[in-house]
């Protein structure tokens, strides 16, 4: 298929806009195109310098070597995710208390207060658009201490019972 | 200015002492009609210009392997297409914009672009291409404007020629439904 028949086709489907091909509107800045092969050559020349070996040759330790510790990291990573995945419902005095677990708790013990929290952020449309900002959080559990000195006082046998 | 047959350039750069002395015959073979199409797609010179670079780099570090199944062109063309559409993918995902938001932008850019020197009748053809979908201002480019056959069409792009005849059709009559209503 020649320009001709490329003509011909454009006639048939849109001819108004047959006739507007010709002339590109476009322009480059002056000496653009004289100069792209040395910035090309140099952009590449540049990529060169930059390139690095892979991770263990860098580190010098055989390929095998570093799929084995790989390995052995992704064992423990999972081993740790499964089993420290759910949330903490039972909490002690000891434990490191962040605020998914003080709104797990109240959502299961007291559905009332945690009912309160969600209402606290005021911003919120429904249920599922709720964003937590941490410091919120806190600072509700600040302003009712009683719930807060009763969270951090129960046992896991509390909850248990 | 003369420019050596693909085989003979791709000989000189397997072949020769310098190989950078072949890419550059190549790059100066080859860099207006990647930097055309480039251009149509993204609009602005100093994009363009970016995307460009990226496509050579990446022919430099590629033509090692290049087995000559497909030709030199088709397989540059490929790589410039592939390269302009993540260029605009980037902008979308960048400004958390619908793709008709990136079009409107570019049309945007044509109004102030210093590098455009058209008429009004060529920047409202130009504003009709940047309303397509980006597959199909590619489609209608790469026909309307590069003159390319369907049938290396459909190797550059990966698709059929049906396709590519149903692509252009379509976007020729949304062209000029366009450009008579605005």
């Given at each position: 298929m020649g320009k001709n028949d490329i003509k011909n086709e454009l006639r048939e489907i849109?001819?108004?806009?047959?006739?507007?091909?010709?002339?590109?509107p476009f322009q480059v800045p002056h000496n653009y195109f004289e100069n792209l092969p040395q910035n090309i050559q140099e952009k590449i020349a540049k990529g060169k310098s930059k390139v690095s070996q892979p991770v263990f040759q860098r580190i010098g330790m055989p390929r095998f070597v570093l799929a084995t510790i790989m390995t052995v990291l992704l064992v423990f990573a999972g081993y740790f995710a499964f089993f420290h995945?759910?949330?903490?419902i039972y909490l002690t005095e000891s434990e490191e208390i962040f605020y998914e677990n003080y709104l797990a708790w109240y959502s299961e013990y007291q559905p009332d207060v945690y009912y309160d929290i969600l209402m606290a952020?005021?911003?919120?449309?429904?249920f599922e658009s709720l964003i937590f900002d941490e410091d919120e959080v806190l600072d509700y559990l600040f302003d009712y201490g009683d719930y807060y000195m009763d969270y951090i006082t129960y046992t896991e046998n509390d909850f248990e019972n | 200015m003369d420019h050596y047959s693909d085989e003979k350039l791709l000989d000189l750069f397997h072949n020769s002492d310098n190989p950078n002395y072949a890419f550059n015959l190549l790059v100066k073979k080859y860099q207006e009609k990647i930097y055309w199409h480039i251009r149509r797609l993204v609009i602005d010179h100093e994009d363009t210009n970016d995307v460009v670079q990226e496509v050579f780099v990446k022919a430099w570090k590629g033509l090692e392997h290049f087995r000559a199944d497909s030709g030199l062109f088709t397989w540059l063309y490929r790589i410039a297409t592939n390269e302009a559409l993540t260029f605009l993918k980037k902008k979308k995902r960048h400004f958390f914009l619908p793709w008709q938001d990136v079009e409107y932008a570019l049309s945007e850019k044509l109004e102030s672009d210093v590098h455009f020197s058209g008429n009004e009748i060529q920047r409202k053809l130009h504003k009709a291409i940047l309303s397509l979908p980006p597959k199909q201002r590619i489609v209608f480019n790469m026909r309307?404007?590069?003159?390319?056959k369907y049938e290396d069409m459909a190797r550059i792009l990966d698709t059929s020629e049906g396709a590519l005849k149903a692509s252009y059709h379509h976007a020729a009559k949304k062209i000029e439904e366009f450009v008579k209503t605005n």
């Open positions: 849109a001819p108004g806009i047959e006739k507007l091909r010709a002339g590109n995945s759910s949330p903490e952020n005021e911003e919120a449309a429904d | 309307y404007f590069d003159e390319i």
